[in-house]
């Protein structure tokens, strides 16, 4: 699975794809559980084998979700990861969540090492900043009607694995509010 995905980000030679792979080691973690918190220094990239995981950070008690992860995709604290600080958010395991891991040094050995690993990355992280200022954009350009209909078309399957509280506060919106829109507006099927 995670050989694939990185295939699609940008090819890379079997041989150095597959050395590269074999310092990933499984990792399972039960739901419900932080595995960062703020403060703490996020040491391990994450592939999401299964399960769903938030990134969100408090206010006054109010969580409020940045992001999920779900199979196939990587999670985690990426700017805690990639600059070794403390964290400003929680990761925390929505289902039973099995992963692969690999820590920070090892990743960046293998990026001098593999000069097409680093080509890799720099393009997931071309995507993952698009996506990032994608996101930034629909909060703040958007009403709450657009936000919702871009996530729907967008992740639609979402709907069905993610608790609508969280839903809404993705989406900065309240839960009345969501479940209004959820009861006006059609849900199609992503095709």
Known sequence: MIQAFLQQIYPVEDAILEAYLSHWRPY???KKTIMT??????RYMY???KGIQKSYYLDDHKQHVIAFAYPPSFSGIPESFFNQSPSRYFLETLTDS???RLPYEQHQQLLTEHRPIETLFRKA???FLTGVLQRLHELMAHDMETRFRDFVQRSPHLLQ???QKDLASYLRMDSTNFSKLMNRIPIQPRP
């Not at 918190?37 to 996020?42: M, N, R």
């Open 47 to 49: 592939f999401v084998i």
């Open 98 to 100: 099995h992963f692969l």
């Open 28 to 30: 399972t973690v039960p």
């Open 125 to 127: 992280t071309e995507a």
């Open 161 to 163: 694995m993610v608790a």
């Open 37 to 42: 918190a703020p403060g703490e220094v996020e």
